[in-house]
């Protein structure tokens, strides 16, 4: 009889522990496909309904991926192409973080005497004050949107903080800083001193693209990103002449230049060659030039607009 009272004791000793434990947990209430998860940054498992999601696990959702996850009264829910990890650590001052790194999340957390939670991005952090509230992050910028309660937004980069208010939003963009909006009125902006972000924008880590789905966007905009700054490079080359030498063809044209192109012909004279110069907009235009067979020499200057690829021929006379 005396065991059974010491076993009774211990489990009532252990009890509040376990219950504790579990009421701490991030589960999943509903899933779509194209919901993972990783612990390992490396191998990534699906996710379904009724599952526990690991402390400090990356949930990853493709273009078509939706998952809410709940936690007593509060949830967060993730939209399509996002990719983010929550933390706990109830000896912590601040017990929640959440690490979003691209996509949006839809978030209802409990307020609470103290600040519990906050979610950190490339650009911004969230402190929260217990509210619903949205975030959504891109290759660029981050913005929180206030359904309800009070939101603390500090911009790392520019050093920036307001407190955003239900109807009310604050946007950070990495060049121009913090901005804000709101239906009635638009908070305040305060400075701090600038910091460094705890994540990396999207792009630059591994776990940027953790499905298929998500990878393929990810090389897309990629590709984007660098016709973007070829045609920045190629508008930064102004004032550049379109050269072609011997053969007829110049490829040393740059776009945005304003010289004239000079076709030269060798010593045997056979071939006499013209060339374009590169036009503003950089796109393909042709100069025909003519050379003389008898001197050997043809030069010809085209002032038409075209680049440095010229489809000029000579003659022989």
Do not use: C
Request: net charge positive; hydrophobic share 30%; proline share 3%.
């Amino acid at each position: 009889m005396l065991i059974i009272f010491r076993i009774l004791i211990a489990a009532l000793i252990v009890l509040p522990t376990a219950v504790f434990a579990a009421a701490d947990d991030w589960r999943v209430v509903k899933a779509t496909d194209q919901v993972k998860f990783t612990v390992d940054r490396t191998n990534w498992q699906d996710l379904r309904a009724g599952e526990v999601v690991p402390n400090r696990a990356w949930v990853s959702t493709g273009p078509r991926g939706r998952v809410q996850l709940s936690r007593g009264v509060e949830s967060i829910t993730f939209q399509p192409n996002t990719l983010a990890a929550i933390s706990n650590n109830e000896s912590a001052a601040m017990k929640t973080q959440i690490f979003q790194q691209v996509g949006s999340l839809d978030l209802e957390i409990e307020k609470r005497s103290q600040p519990h939670t906050t979610v950190q991005t490339p650009y911004l952090a969230a402190l929260v004050k217990g509210t619903i509230f949205h975030v959504t992050v891109n290759r660029a910028k981050a913005s929180v949107a206030v359904d309800r309660g009070l939101v603390q937004v500090t911009s790392f980069a520019s050093g920036q903080r307001s407190n955003v208010a239900p109807g009310q939003s604050a946007t950070v963009d990495k060049k121009a800083g913090m901005t804000v909006a709101g239906r009635l009125s638009k908070p305040e902006i305060t400075s701090v001193a600038a910091s460094v972000a705890q994540i990396p924008a999207v792009g630059t880590t591994k776990l940027a693209g953790a499905t298929a789905e998500t990878k393929s966007s990810s090389s897309a905009t990629n590709k984007n990103t660098s016709s973007s700054a070829s045609e920045d490079d190629s508008a930064s080359n102004g004032k550049s002449n379109g050269n072609s030498s011997r053969s007829g063809n110049g490829n040393s044209g740059n776009s945005g230049g304003n010289g004239n192109g000079n076709s030269n012909s060798g010593a045997n004279g056979n071939n006499g060659n013209g060339n374009g110069h590169s036009d503003d907009s950089g796109n393909n235009g042709n100069g025909n030039g003519h050379g003389n067979g008898n001197s050997g020499k043809g030069d010809n200057n085209s002032g038409g607009n075209g680049n440095g690829n010229s489809g000029g021929k000579g003659k022989d006379k």
